[in-house]
């Protein structure tokens, strides 16, 4: 009961966690409800910082280890199993204690409004990509007479999620599809096949619901003057640049880019060049001209993203730089 004081109770919140099947740590949940024409969206994400604290046994481990490293048929967690799937996972059915970003997302997908505060939730159900997409292209399936109770929050996380898809194209964000791959293993390890993994609208929606905290995260610690880790992503180089250029001209693109590129100037060739037969290998280029994102003390903007202010916040069960933005902004609150 020590736990709860101080925390804002969410528990009656339908808050659900959408996730792959494989997936055992659950570090964020989300609800959206329509407030007249804007909506509500509120990510909740394990409260790892209340447990991890700084400079004891299990926070210099995880320091050292400064990320969970993922293997096709083992996980190595930068946390003891007991807090990544146990105690920190959001896992359905019982009690958690989170960090809460709670949003006001306008129609037009802008972030009017959002707080941040510690809660405790209890979640409402653990969906998978494949059973959300399957419930948003058909609301009478089989799937959504499953899960009656929950298939109105999911059209309202649909809503919010076209709503910031639209401002992520006012934006000009770059939005590649390219394929990631999944490793199929036998019982003794082998590797059996390499088969694509599919991205449907509900891995979509969960990312832009990420990225619009982790954005309000940025912001709150740089109107506070806190100092903390920010993702920081640079615009290409002059000489990453003059080779894309090069590249364009041979394989018959008539586009390009200018000196100081925008994110917009590579969506449009994306865009342009995505019925090509080399689509795949055109967007690799694209990608490829593009500076790494880093983790930086000073913010720099995410050039991507086209974001002038970006951090991570959503994953502190599996990226240390996440446990410090929470740390961070509860010293803010």
């Known amino acids: 009961k020590s736990d709860l004081k101080g925390r804002v109770d969410l528990r009656d919140l339908p808050l659900v966690t959408i996730d792959g099947e494989t997936a055992r740590d659950f570090d964020d949940a989300v609800f959206a409800e329509k407030i007249g024409r804007n909506y509500r969206l509120v990510v909740a994400i394990a409260d790892v910082s209340h447990y991890v604290r700084p400079d004891d046994a299990i926070d210099t481990d995880a320091q050292e280890r400064s990320t969970s490293v993922y293997f096709p048929r083992r996980v190595i967690p930068m946390l003891p199993e007991k807090l990544s799937n146990g105690l920190c996972s959001l896992n359905p059915d ?5 960090m809460v970003c709670d949003m006001l997302v306008t129609a037009k997908g802008e972030v009017h409004a959002y707080q941040f505060y510690p809660g405790v939730m209890y979640s409402h159900a653990r969906f998978t990509y494949t059973e959300v997409a399957a419930i948003l292209s058909n609301t009478r399936g089989p799937e959504a007479t ?8 999911l059209l309202n996380l649909h809503g919010v999620f076209r709503a910031l898809l639209e401002a992520r194209n006012t934006r000009g964000a770059v939005d590649f599809d390219t394929v990631e791959t999944q490793i199929v293993c036998d019982e003794n390890g082998r590797i059996e096949k390499i088969v694509p993994r599919t991205r449907n609208d509900a ?23 806190h100092t903390a880790l920010f993702r920081v992503h640079d615009k290409p180089s002059a000489e990453k640049i003059d080779l894309l250029r090069g590249y364009l001209r041979a394989v018959g693109v008539n586009l390009s880019v200018s000196d100081t590129p925008s994110p917009a100037e590579f969506q449009a060739i994306a865009d342009a060049t995505k019925d090509r037969p080399d689509a795949q290998q055109i967007h690799t280029m694209l990608l490829r001209t593009m500076m790494q994102a880093m983790y930086m003390p000073d913010n720099g903007g995410h050039f991507g993203l086209a974001f002038s202010a970006y951090t991570h916040f959503t994953s502190p069960i599996r990226r240390y730089p996440d446990l410090l933005v929470h740390r961070v902004i509860k010293s803010i609150l």
């Open 94 to 98: 019982v009690d958690r204690l989170c």
């Open 146 to 153: 499953q899960r009656k109770a929950r298939v109105p929050d």
């Open 203 to 225: 891995h979509r929606l969960i990312e832009e619901c990420m990225l619009a905290a982790n954005v309000c995260a940025a912001d709150f610690i740089e109107q506070n003057g």
